[in-house]
């Protein structure tokens, strides 16, 4: 289906929109463009939510793909809008350059999310719900090439999923324990949003689960004394005198949410901001935790165990004042309730 595709919605969905979790369905629409000789195509709408590639695809052999997470909201009056999708753009354009892929250009990657939510409308949940519309860019490498060498052919897909909370709980706090494995290498690809990373991921994740922990907290690949990463999130803390803290390091993912946070912090909250080390054996410094991202939102951190001892934050069951707030602000912004910095909502 091209051009102005399909605008109207098929017959209401029926879903328990309170109850979700983030797990796939299948929605009606997803946008596909495919890259050949040097060029994307238009791209266009598809019913299928089947994918048919060369069994020779990079993708699936040396891991050539990338994917982005952002989510589009329904406000108060009914609006739908896509929360910083530009930076997803930019982010996704870093990972294929450093995966030898072709860029999806700025104003397409938009244009793309504009046209799969507005298909799939009656997918986005209600406002007030606190569910939202996940949407889940990729670019994979296609073609038949069998030699460790770059793609001939790449396709650049969005699906979109109505979702709930990431981590069970939504506001309530969960509990983390130190991952005894990395996710990335220094110098690696740890600060692009590449399939790799998450492979690496999935064993320490389902050692985490099996320990009855949320998931684990990745220590820095180089010295296993900062925290980097909490699971498919970012790590902030609150210092006992208000500071937001959060690591810098070239293996984490530059997390869109915790840039936003941290703008939200000092903007909004009037509070001093730091992007610096955390350190694992220094977590008294902290009077809040969380983990930031687009699928995590903000979790609050319950506690972090690390060589046997458990750790805990502002408390297990409750949320802390502070983290409440960077809570309540950036959903308020997302949502349309709350006015956002220039730039950072596009209205769909
Ligand atoms: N860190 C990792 C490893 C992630 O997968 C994600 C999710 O995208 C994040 C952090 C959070 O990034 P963002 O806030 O841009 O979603
Ligand atoms: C996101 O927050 O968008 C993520 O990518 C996290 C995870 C679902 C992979």
Request: proline share 5%; with cysteine; hydrophobic share 35%.
């Amino acid at each position: 289906m091209k051009g102005e595709d399909i605008v109207s919605a098929k017959e209401k969905v029926n879903i328990d929109w309170e109850n979700l979790r983030f797990d796939y369905i299948k929605t009606d629409f997803r946008y596909i463009s495919r890259w050949k000789d040097g060029k994307w195509d238009e791209g266009e709408l598809s019913e299928d939510n089947m994918l048919s590639i060369s069994e020779a695809s990079t993708a699936l052999h040396y891991g050539q793909q990338c994917f982005e997470g952002l989510k589009a909201y329904r406000t108060k009056d009914g609006d739908i809008q896509l929360f910083r999708p530009d930076e997803n753009s930019k982010r996704m354009a870093v990972s294929c350059r450093r995966l030898l892929m072709p860029e999806v250009p700025e104003d397409k990657f938009i244009e793309a999310c504009k046209r799969v939510v507005k298909a799939n409308e009656q997918y986005v949940p209600p406002y007030g719900t606190g569910a939202t519309l996940y949407l889940r860019p990729f670019v994979i490498g296609v073609g038949h090439n069998v030699g460790v060498k770059p793609a001939p052919e790449y396709i650049f897909c969005i699906f979109c999923v109505p979702v709930g909370p990431y981590f069970k709980g939504g506001l309530a706090p969960v509990n983390f324990n130190v991952a005894e494995y990395d996710r990335a290498a220094p110098y690696g690809t740890g600060g692009v949003k590449v399939g790799g990373n998450y492979a690496a991921s999935l064993l320490p994740h389902e050692k985490a689960v099996k320990a009855g922990f949320a998931d684990c907290i990745y220590l820095d690949p180089l010295t296993h004394t900062k925290i980097e990463e909490v699971g498919a999130a970012n790590f902030f803390g609150i210092t006992k005198d208000n500071k937001f803290i959060t690591p810098q390091s070239e293996s984490i993912l530059p997390s869109i949410t915790k840039y936003s946070l941290m703008h939200i912090a000092k903007e909004y909250l009037g509070m001093e901001v730091e992007e610096r080390d955390v350190l694992v054996d220094k977590l008294d410094e902290f009077a809040e935790a969380g983990a930031c991202g687009t699928a995590a939102v903000i979790t609050p951190i319950g506690g972090i165990e690390y060589k046997g001892k458990m750790h805990v934050f502002f408390s297990e069951t409750e949320v802390g004042p502070v983290t409440h707030k960077l809570y309540d602000t950036l959903c308020g912004i997302q949502i349309g309730d709350i006015e956002a910095p220039k730039g950072w909502i596009v209205k769909v």
